[in-house]
């Protein structure tokens, strides 16, 4: 799927302009009357890098310096007449224009007039309603750790006009994050409700300005959530409404990566969850299965390490980012579910049925209304409901060699269920800046993630059976995406921005029983080693297949044994090119876009049919 978009933005004022390309500052430079002052020469600094972006006023004053990367600047006019002027603590974010007006004072040129107060800021650029959140709050507000890692997409459900998707409270995920049931219809999908939409997967999520689609799934939060590190991640911008036509969806959340400086900074965080730390329970204490009442065994432990700084001063600068995350639980309070007994397991079901009657008859022996009943021998004695064992099926007996002794002497109720649960994942994000001269700047951004890579099963749930008759898989999930932004400024009117994006998902899910063995089940923990002959290649051979019990009028049941099929590979692709060019005529701001981008999807399932 290949979509070609081109704009044109045409505003009244230099200070209406919003464009995948960076955020900016632009104002007017007047002197103490208000009138607009020509030919004022103004400097913006980055505060972190020292690189300097400069720019003079127009006939009447006003100016505009964009693209910048996103950051803290100082901003000095200077102007034939006029003291200078030195406004410091300008923050720029990265999909907005900063509205700067600066006012001077009549004087000579080497006298300095030092504002340190951050100016404020008021959106008066534009209609579009949205807000920004900065490191500085990103990295102080707190974030609950439920069984994952750290979502650096939760925060935007705290900006005006996000709601979080109705449906999630009620939902279940599979191993790759993706919502499986409990959401449908218009509150589908990773994503949440943007603008009053009342639907969800209408929005976009952006990285450095780039979209990062997902041809299966519009809006979804994947690409970012399972890429970057909250540590990563130097400021959001959400737009809800009205956002500049370069964007696209009906709601926009564009990411900003961390950037290295002239000075080394750097950071390591470890934040634990650990059964050590917790308290007992108000109520009672639940007894284990040993007797002894213990704690939930929760353990979740997510480690970050990044450092940035300057390769060559003032020019080459670079950040890199490394977070990982450890989860493992083990219940304390197990279920119980229904086995077969040991006697059951060799045939024998005296004692469910008893040995009065025959409820168990023959079906190969006799005909409809006159089969013979089962009578196997017990103590040396034929007795009802005994299965002789040459009627024993051997496919049956193969099966059912890995079951787990009963926990008790029941006939039902008779296994403590309790699988434990371990997850874990990784990300790498890095970054180089690169500042050739003022014209030219270049910038290379690459994110990429892990879902399950510690070898450890993913199970939809922790109480039933253990392998191989559990429902679950080996999963390894990617996501990866990088984005290369090539700045030309032409001239003080002339500005082009050219951005290039890829992003990719990819994996799949293994059988937990594909290409294994046991000492109880030697030939392999599938149909075909149980002697099902005749199937298709694939799952239904390879691994082991589901066992369904019914029951109309007899005993409770066992527990069906569950299987989980091999998914995959999957993968989509995006790629994406952006052309922004714009010029600056007098008080008019008119830029000129392109943007196009293939949608790809690459995908072998090995379900359907050949299930087992």
Known sequence: LMAICVFALFGGSALKAQTTSGGGIQGTVTDPTGAGVPKAEITATNTDTGVQTKKTSG??????????????YNVEVVAKGFQRLLQENVTV????MFGLTLKLTVGGENTTVTVTDAPPFLNTTDATLGGTIENELYSELPLSMSGGPRDPTAFQYLMPGVQENPANSGNTFDSSGNITTGASGTTSGN???????????????????????????????????HSVSVDAVD???????????????????????????????????????????????????????SGSATKPGEHQNQYDGSIGGPIFKDKLFFFGDYSGFHYTKLSNTPQYITIPTVLERSGNFTDVLG?????????????????????????????????????????????QA??????????????????????????VDARLDYTLNSRNKFSLVGVGGNVGYGGQPFYSNQVQLPRPYAAGQFTNQKTASGVFSYVYIASQTLINSLKYGYSRNWGQGFSLTANKKSAAMPLGENATAAGILNLPPGNASDSMPAVTFDHSNGPTQPSNWASTSSTGPVATNSYTIIDNLQWIKGRHNITFGVQVQWLQTNGASFGGFSQT
């Not at 006939?59 to 803290?72: F, K, R």
């Not at 022996?365 to 099926?393: K, W």
């Not at 309790?418 to 874990?424: A, F, G, T, V």
């Open 93 to 96: 974010d990265n999909a907005s």
């Open 402 to 427: 890995e079951l787990p002794p009963p926990t008790n002497l029941s006939t039902f109720g008779n296994y403590l269920a309790s699988l434990p649960l371990e997850n874990s994942d990784y990300s």
């Open 59 to 72: 006939s009447t004053g006003t100016y505009s310096i964009q693209p910048l990367q996103a950051g803290n």
């Open 235 to 289: 400021q959001f911008s959400v737009q809800t409404s009205t956002a500049s036509t370069s964007f696209s969806g009906a709601g926009v959340t564009n990411y900003t990566i961390k950037a290295g400086g002239n000075q080394f900074h750097g950071s390591v965080v470890d934040y634990i969850r650990n059964t050590a730390f917790d308290t007992w329970g108000y109520f009672s204490k639940v007894p284990s299965s």
């Open 355 to 399: 040995t009065a009657q025959p409820y168990m008859r023959n079906p190969v022996l006799g005909s409809y209304g006159t089969l013979i009943p089962f009578q196997g021998l017990q103590n040396g004695v034929p007795t009802y409901n005994v299965i002789e064992p040459q009627f024993m099926s051997s496919i049956s007996k193969y099966l």
């Open 191 to 225: 994503s949440g409700i943007y603008g009053g939409t009342g639907q969800t997967n209408l929005n976009e999520n952006y990285i450095e300005g780039v979209p990062v689609s997902n041809i299966a799934q519009q809006g979804s939060s994947n690409p970012v959530s």
